[in-house]
């Protein structure tokens, strides 16, 4: 699996330039995210980690999520992300937290769409959360790669606007 090296380069630059560590929680990119990461210029400088959960059990016991609250959602909502990122940004001790959830095959649950929620949080606050949809007829290897691509393309533009906020 590639990823755009531009892209890669960029955030392990914006990550190196700042100091600044980063964890990854996924499901629905099922590990994608930790892949890319791993092949970023100097990774062990930012790159604190991951985990990747498919068992709602497990998604409870990593992030802290509460599961009457999650099983209305089936464990798939921005608000889920959202408490996995600042979650996995807990546990790691980083300043920045990117989490996914979602579908990459149409199921039941899913009213038969590919979509995927993602969030990204920065010292405890989300900064983004977002929702990506794609095609029913989306083979799920595509899906997870694509999701993967649009969530590295929304950190690094939010790793660029940070960056210039603290300059000025």
């Known amino acids: 699996m590639e ?6 380069d960029k ?3 914006y990550l190196i330039e700042r100091s600044e560590k980063i964890a990854i929680a996924e499901t629905v990119t099922s590990g994608f995210l930790q892949l890319a990461f791993s092949q970023m210029p100097d990774a062990e ?3 604190s980690g991951g985990i990747t959960t498919f068992s709602n059990d497990e998604k409870i016991r990593q992030f802290g999520l509460d599961a009457e609250e999650s099983t209305v959602a089936n464990f798939v909502s921005e608000e889920i992300t959202e408490q996995m990122a600042i979650s996995v940004s807990e546990k790691f001790g980083t300043e920045w937290a990117i989490s996914t959830t979602g579908y990459a095959v149409p199921v039941a649950e899913s009213e038969y769409e590919i979509f995927a929620y993602y969030s990204i949080a920065y010292r405890g606050e989300v900064i983004l959360s977002d929702k990506i949809e794609l095609h029913p007829l989306t083979k799920a290897i595509d899906a997870q790669n694509y999701f993967a691509e649009c969530i590295l393309s929304g950190l690094r533009c939010e790793l660029k606007r940070n960056l210039l906020q603290v300059s000025i």
Not at 3 to 8: E, G, S, Y
């Open 45 to 47: 400088e930012f790159f």
């Open 11 to 13: 955030i392990s630059y």
């Open 3 to 8: 990823f755009p090296k531009i892209l890669l």
